[in-house]
């Protein structure tokens, strides 16, 4: 199963996970504050922090939501202007 596939069953199989883009950052992540994985499927280190980040969310997610800490991660082989205008320039970047 590739990561952007992995990253999809992740995001929809636990709540207050967001999968972000272009269509839709500027919109969600103005309320908050944001714990942001910036990524690359094709990144071998990318792939290699996946099940670590997991666990990060996992272990603190019912911590961090009542204080508004919310978790997203961007796609940077898709939405390349987006992680360029947060000045990512190393994958993985959070």
Known sequence: MKLATLSLVFAS????????DASNFAAKTQDGSWLVKYYSPTCPWSRRFAPTWQRVYTDLQDVLAPKDVLFGEVDCKTDRALCDKADIDGYPTV
């Open 13 to 20: 199989a636990v709540s207050g996970y967001t999968l972000l």
